[in-house]
């Protein structure tokens, strides 16, 4: 097993939520709920890269940052109908989820 960090996004909405990552490449993987019911808890995953999308209140709170890099940021620019931007270290886009979640994503300069 490889170690690593998954980072848990808080949604309103998980299958909205899944709907709008698969717009950047991820799908799916599982989904957890205690009971019928209960609220979600799903991860979703673009190559080797995860993310969890909670509807559970206290795991994370809105408004959260993550970084992604990514091969070709000009594609996902062109998802979502944005311009990408030359930073120093790459070139970017920033993204919020439905949720309010920030998303910069980057594709890094040679």
């Keep these: 097993m490889d170690e690593e960090a998954i980072p848990i996004l808080r949604v309103e909405d998980a299958a909205a939520a899944v709907v709008w990552y698969g717009r950047l490449g991820f799908a799916k993987q599982w989904e957890h709920r205690f009971e019928p019911e209960f609220p979600a808890f799903v991860e979703v995953a673009r190559g080797g890269v995860r993310l969890f999308l909670s ?3 206290g ?19 062109a998802e979502f109908g944005v311009q990408a931007k030359d930073a120093p270290w790459a070139r970017e886009i ?10 910069r994503i980057g594709t890094p300069t040679e």
């Design 55 to 57: 509807e559970h209140k």
């Design 94 to 103: 920033e993204l919020r989820d439905p949720d309010g979640n920030r998303l």
């Design 59 to 77: 795991d994370a709170r809105p408004d959260t940052l993550i970084y992604l890099r990514v091969r070709d940021v000009e594609a996902v620019a």
